[in-house]
Every structure is written in C-alpha cells, then in structure tokens.
Nanobody
Framework: QVQVVESGGGLVQAGGSLRLSCVVSGSIFELSGMAWHRQSPGKQRELVAKITNSGTTTYDDSVKGRFTISRDNAKSTAYLQMDNLKPEDTAVYYC???????WGQGTQVIVSS
C-alpha cells in the first residue's frame, strides 16, 4: 500500500522559514513527479510547486523566489523549503504523487503578521 505522509508544518512569524517534508512509502519514488498544493479556508486547492522525476521544477508566481521544491530519491522524500513567509501563505499544504494521483493528509502552516 502506497502512503504519502507530510510533516514540517507549524506556526511561524512573517519573514520566517519552514521546510516541509513528504515521505512516500510502498512506491518506486524516483519514477514519479511530485507536487505541493495548498488550500486556505474558503479557497480552492492550488498548485504551489512541482518537480518532475528528472528534477525539472515549476512554481506558482506567488511563491517564485521564496519557495524551493526538491527531492531526495534515496530517501523517497520530497521537500518544500519556504523562506520569507507571508501571512497569505497560511494554508494546509498537501503533497501529491503525480503518477498514482495520491494525496497526503496535509500539514498546517500558519504565518503570523
């Protein structure tokens, strides 16, 4: 059974940093792209960043220059480094296994002003 498990969320002040982790078990991690999405109350879930199995990255304009997506195939883990966080980044962040179309349970990020 494939599992996608996020961690690393929390409460941080504006301008601070957090690193989210997404561990995938039960799957050949290196063959799939991975993505991070987020959802704020009353809003639709939106794509934040994605990385292909070959390492090509794409970012939403709202996070370009502040967030970095990466992957460690040896650890079957994807990361989202979030720097210079803003209150509008507050959301539940979800990891997405693109090949299996599988979501994690989400991790809450709260950025205080």
């Amino acid at each position: 059974q494939v599992q996608v498990v996020e961690s690393g969320g929390g409460l941080v002040q504006a301008g601070g940093s957090l690193r989210l982790s997404c561990v995938v078990s039960g799957s050949i991690f290196e063959l799939s792209g991975m993505a991070w999405h987020r959802q704020s109350p009353g809003k639709q879930r939106e794509l934040v960043a994605k990385i292909t199995n070959s390492g090509t990255t794409t970012y939403d304009d709202s996070v370009k220059g502040r967030f970095t997506i990466s992957r460690d195939n040896a650890k079957s883990t994807a990361y989202l480094q979030m720097d210079n966080l803003k209150p509008e980044d507050t959301a539940v962040y979800y990891c997405y296994h693109t090949y299996l179309r599988l979501w994690g349970q989400g991790t809450q990020v709260i950025v205080s002003s």
